[in-house]
């Protein structure tokens, strides 16, 4: 058998306890052989002043992604083949091999959102946690559109992550063009004042630079980068619209 885990990196932490620990099952010990495990990570400090770590967060993201592909009760080839393509275009063909192979095991499980959600909610950072959402909305887009199932679910999910309704809205609207995508991307409505839309758009910025989650990895930092450019070009478009300088 493979050595594993290269791609889930190490510092596997709180994954490996509560509900989502319970749902990896054998992978633990036999998938993840190579991986470092960091034991005793609940601690009374708030997660958002420490780092999430590169294996805690991967595998936070193929649960979630299974329930998204999960979500309107059938999994089918096509699905699987966004799921893999998706995988495979953010983290390589390693990331897709890995990934795959545990949502295949998770595909017969019940996985509780509400469990799994809260714990990723309690020792997880909220830059992190917002980077999950947006790569769960580049999955429910990787075949072209977004269905009202995997929508209530991403709904569902931000809520119990902890994700602010601006938060929320604005990283939904990076997967839609729109008249007023871009103001939903800052975070304000079309009504607002060129000193608030400077004002927004500095607030972004810094909330979501790819120095944020950097540090988990090159195939993370650079889906930050993404979303961090679609910040930068709703604030250029709103300018451009306005003859702001």
Known sequence: MAKYGKWIGGGLGFVMGGPIGALLGFW???????????????????????PTGRGDFLVSLVILATALMK????????????????????????GEREALAIIKDLLNKEISIEQVAMQIRMNMNIYSRTQLLYFLF?????DGNVCNHEI???????????IDSNTYQSVKAMYYDDSGSAYQILGIPASATNEEVKKA?????????????GYMGEDIRKAAEKKFMAINEAYEKIKKQRGIN
């Open 28 to 50: 633990i010990g036999s998938f993840f052989d190579s991986a470092t495990v960091i034991t005793n990570q609940q601690t009374s400090q708030d997660p958002a002043s420490r």
């Open 152 to 162: 209530a679910l991403l709904d569902r999910i931000a809520n119990l992550l902890g």
């Open 201 to 213: 758009y500095r607030k972004m910025a810094i909330e979501n630079h790819p120095d944020k989650v």
């Open 71 to 94: 979500a309107d009760g059938k999994v089918t080839k096509g699905e699987l083949e966004y799921v893999k393509r998706f995988f495979r275009d953010n983290f390589g063909e390693e």
């Open 138 to 142: 580049g999955l429910a887009k990787a």
